[in-house]
């Protein structure tokens, strides 16, 4: 496989979160001032970019760390009942063979990230686990991880489920995957116009088919 490192985004992309964090931004939507969101309004968000959803649903910038910080905080408590995307597993250790580097960028916890891998037993698959508080901040740590490892940027590649992960990647200057079974769209992914766009866990098959 032509990629050194696999960085890979964890909620939506690797942990099947959405309905968790859904429930948990419910839960604190009031003490914000702002409006929940129903199961049937995520079809629409779905399509936006994250600038879009924050003024669809009238939330301050200013406000989205401490959102952040709070609802990460209140899914520890139900670490261990969240699950995989279904063939991630897979996936993930059959690609951890074919490269040199393998490591996760989130907005999510350390804690919580180390705590899920732990419980579906693929914690020694990664180097590491990196977090920003940022949610448009994966740009700078995909630039200092590259340097970290001595890397090429056609050597390494980020895989994420919303287009924030997308743009971070091209931002950073280095090959992107996305997925379609996360947040985002498939079709809002599609322009975005991504490096590699997947359906499923089984396409990652493809990265190791690729040589060159």
Same mark, same amino acid.
């Given at each position: 496989?032509?990629?050194?490192?696999?960085?890979?985004?964890? !909620?939506?992309?690797? @942990?099947?979160?959405?309905?968790?964090?859904?429930?948990?931004?419910?839960?604190? @939507?009031?003490?914000?001032?702002?409006?929940?969101?129903?199961?049937?309004?995520?079809?629409?968000?779905?399509?936006?970019?994250?600038?879009?959803?924050?003024?669809?649903?009238?939330?301050?910038?200013?406000?989205?760390?401490?959102?952040?910080a709070r609802g990460t905080a209140m899914?520890?408590?139900?670490?261990?009942?969240?699950?995989?995307?279904?063939?991630?597993?897979?996936?993930?250790?059959?690609? #951890?063979?074919?490269? *040199?580097?393998?490591?996760?960028?989130?907005?999510?916890?350390?804690?919580?990230?180390?705590? +899920?891998?732990?419980? =579906?037993?693929?914690? !020694?698959?990664?180097?590491?686990?990196?977090?920003?508080?940022?949610?448009?901040?994966?740009?700078? =740590?995909?630039?200092?991880?590259?340097?970290?490892?001595?890397?090429? =940027?056609?050597?390494?590649?980020?895989?994420?489920? *919303?287009? #924030? !992960?997308?743009?971070?990647?091209?931002?950073?200057?280095?090959?992107h995957a996305a997925v379609s079974w996360? +947040?985002?769209?498939?079709?809002?992914?599609?322009?975005?116009?991504?490096? =590699?766009? +997947?359906?499923?866990?089984?396409? +990652?098959?493809?990265?190791?088919?690729?040589?060159?």
């Open positions: 496989m032509k990629y050194r490192a696999l960085i890979f985004d964890f !909620d939506g992309t690797i @942990a099947d979160t959405l309905s968790e964090t859904r429930r948990i931004y419910n839960l604190i @939507a009031p003490e914000y001032g702002i409006r929940e969101v129903s199961e049937e309004e995520l079809t629409g968000l779905r399509h936006l970019s994250l600038k879009e959803i924050l003024s669809e649903l009238e939330i301050p910038k200013h406000r989205v760390p401490s959102i952040i899914m520890r408590k139900n670490i261990d009942s969240l699950q995989l995307i279904p063939g991630m597993k897979e996936a993930l250790t059959e690609l #951890r063979s074919h490269t *040199e580097n393998f490591g996760i960028l989130t907005s999510n916890s350390t804690t919580n990230v180390d705590a +899920f891998l732990r419980n =579906h037993g693929i914690r !020694d698959l990664f180097d590491f686990v990196s977090s920003t508080s940022k949610l448009t901040g994966k740009a700078r =740590h995909l630039r200092a991880i590259r340097k970290t490892f001595s890397l090429d =940027h056609s050597e390494m590649l980020f895989t994420g489920d *919303e287009l #924030r !992960d997308v743009r971070a990647a091209q931002k950073a200057k280095i090959p996360g +947040f985002n769209s498939r079709e809002a992914l599609a322009k975005s116009e991504p490096t =590699h766009l +997947f359906d499923k866990p089984g396409d +990652f098959q493809r990265l190791i088919e690729t040589s060159g």
